[in-house]
T-cell receptor
Framework: DVKVTQSSRYLVKRTGEKVFLECVQDMDHENMFWYRQDPGLGLRLIYFSYDVKMKEKGDIPEGYSVSREKKERFSLILESASTNQTSMYLC????????????FGPGTRLTVT | GENVEQHPSTLSVQEGDSAVIKCTYSDSASNYFPWYKQELGKGPQLIIDIRSNVGEKKDQRIAVTLNKTAKHFSLHITETQPEDSAVYFCAASTQGGSEKLVFGKGMKLTVNP
């Protein structure tokens, strides 16, 4: 079974802090994704990566950056957390970029106070 | 860009009834349509998908239909059970150019015993 793990289930940070969300997948997938999930808005793509050290912006990249130094690990970085970044963050991976199943992690609920 | 609309946003049914979730998409180039189920406290999980060269696909109690002309696709769940209670997301993906998987806003299904 594909397993996507996220470093924290719950995280509370203060405004202005630098926040790292880590995601690891164990299926040697080329592609990894970061989504944000908010009530009434569904899932929105923040960034994705189709190879090590490669990244592409999604629909809502502002205020976020990513890092993919190793194939199995994809990090989401909030350079200076703000209250409007309070959300559920979901990481996913897939064998191909699109048109195939994406495997999701359990999510990290981030609260910025 | 692609826009995916999902209706209704909530649905409550009695155990044993059928449930139908409808989605429309805007980009006629979309050719992959997955459905994800998200249970409480978990990440979304693919339950069924359909490609644009197929009009219908079934897997036990669930089926998906696609109408390319009208640009809508639907998820049908028959003989619903309490464990079907979850949030369901539809999505659409294009190929070529700016590939992207765009999700609907989700529908919360409650199956009452």
């Amino acid at each position: 079974d594909v397993k996507v793990t996220q470093s924290s289930r719950y995280l509370v940070k203060r405004t202005g802090e630098k926040v790292f969300l880590e995601c690891v997948q164990d299926m040697d997938h080329e592609n990894m994704f970061w989504y944000r999930q908010d009530p009434g808005l569904g899932l929105r793509l923040i960034y994705f990566s189709y190879d090590v050290k490669m990244k592409e912006k999604g629909d809502i990249p502002e205020g976020y950056s990513v890092s993919r130094e190793k194939k199995e690990r994809f990090s989401l970085i909030l350079e200076s957390a703000s209250t409007n970044q309070t959300s559920m963050y979901l990481c996913a991976s897939s064998l191909q970029v699109w048109s195939v199943e994406q495997y999701f992690g359990p999510g990290t609920r981030l609260t910025v106070t | 860009g692609e826009n995916v609309e999902q209706h209704p946003s909530t649905l409550s049914v009695q155990e044993g009834d059928s449930a139908v979730i409808k989605c429309t998409y805007s980009d006629s180039a979309s050719n992959y349509f997955p459905w994800y189920k998200q249970e409480l406290g978990k990440g979304p999980q693919l339950i069924i998908d359909i490609r644009s060269n197929v009009g219908e696909k079934k897997d036990q109690r669930i089926a998906v239909t696609l109408n390319k002309t009208a640009k809508h696709f639907s998820l049908h769940i028959t003989e619903t059970q309490p464990e079907d209670s979850a949030v369901y997301f539809c999505a659409a993906s294009t190929q070529g150019g700016s590939e992207k998987l765009v999700f609907g806003k989700g529908m919360k299904l409650t199956v009452n015993p």
